[in-house]
């Protein structure tokens, strides 16, 4: 959907582009995020977060999450992926 622009599910171009995916903590609300050890083997791992943001249609409501914002070339790729 970020990519296309385009729904996978039903085809609409009527999309929510980075609406914000919140989490309500005692303190308030705060958007979610993801975090990724750089290098999970090491005794203290340099640790990444990033904020996510989701791709919504309007049309039948199917929703991608993405990370926006945790660009790090120097992660690993999964040793599947």
Not at 5 to 18: A, H, Q
């Amino acid at each position: 959907m970020k990519q296309t622009g385009k729904c996978p599910k039903c085809g609409s171009t009527r999309l929510i582009d980075r609406a914000h995916v919140l989490d309500y903590t005692f303190s308030g609300r705060q958007n979610l995020t993801v975090a990724v050890e750089k290098n999970p083997e090491a005794w203290r791992p340099e640790v990444l977060t990033g904020e996510l943001a989701a791709w919504i249609c309007i049309r039948c409501g199917f929703t991608e999450l993405y990370c926006v914002d945790l660009i790090d070339e120097s992660v690993p790729d999964a040793p599947n992926g």
